[in-house]
């Protein structure tokens, strides 16, 4: 239990690490954009092999599979859905500056994300009898970089002081921890059909995350290079997940 914890608390140390560097350093859109980018990738690539291909490996043919990924798709969506209209909410509200009203929609999609990656990251730990997939921790901590530094650089020109930036990722990323140990040890006992589900489950709604979000962001600031670097980042994923069944 407590491996799967100090695991899930190096994929999402990168949420600290991005507070951090946004708090130092004063990062172009376009450079954001090229690393959100390259986090896309790693998660396209975790998605399809880590998580998808495992789910109908396991699952023996039954629809286990295809029913998570849409609950899960639709689950990010429609979640997605009410964090929008919350901060649409607040921002017209003239109670406080737009980047400080957008903070709290900002951290519920952040752990909206990070929970099903790193509950993903606990069952590896489970079925993998302690080892943790290289290629799911990778592509967990690259993309958790650059929102962190978006959202840090969003707080910051709202006054934020670096302490407290600091805290509030140290937070989430104490949770999503805690996440990850439920994933090792809350579904010890569920069934093949069971464990397909839940990580077709995190595939779906991780992809749909993808497309609505990330993917469209990194293009906005990174522009054409933002391809190039997903392209590396699947890559890369895809050399890890290689190297780790040869």
Not at 143 to 163: F, H, V
Not at 198 to 224: R, T, V
């Amino acid at each position: 239990m407590l491996n799967a914890f100090l695991w899930g608390l190096l994929a999402t140390s990168s949420l600290i690490i991005g507070g951090l560097i946004a708090s130092r350093f004063s990062l172009s859109k376009k450079t954001i954009g090229i690393i959100m980018g390259f986090g896309a990738g790693t998660l396209i690539s975790a998605i399809s092999y880590e998580l998808i291909f495992e789910a109908v490996k396991i699952a023996k043919g039954s629809g286990f599979p295809a029913f998570g990924f849409f609950t899960g798709a639709f689950t990010f969506f429609f979640a997605d859905m009410l964090i929008g209209k919350l901060g649409a909410g607040k921002s017209n509200s003239g109670e406080a500056s737009q980047h400080s009203n957008l903070i709290i929609p900002m951290v519920l999609a952040i752990i909206l994300d990070g929970v099903p990656e790193s509950i993903v990251i606990g069952l590896g730990i489970f079925e993998g009898a302690g080892a943790v997939s290289l290629a799911m921790l990778v592509a967990v901590f690259v993309s958790n970089l650059p929102e962190a530094i978006a959202g840090s650089s969003g707080m910051k020109q709202d006054g934020w002081s670096k302490k407290k930036i600091i805290l509030l990722w140290s937070f989430i990323a104490l949770f999503c921890s805690l996440a990850t140990v439920a994933g090792f040890s809350l579904f010890t006992h569920t069934s093949a059909h069971g464990l397909s589900f839940i990580q077709a489950f995190a595939g779906g709604a991780i992809l749909m995350m993808l497309a609505n979000s990330m993917i469209p962001e990194a293009y906005e600031h990174g522009g054409k290079l933002a391809g190039v670097a997903t392209a590396l980042g699947f890559f890369l994923s895809v050399s890890m997940v290689i190297l780790e069944n040869s």
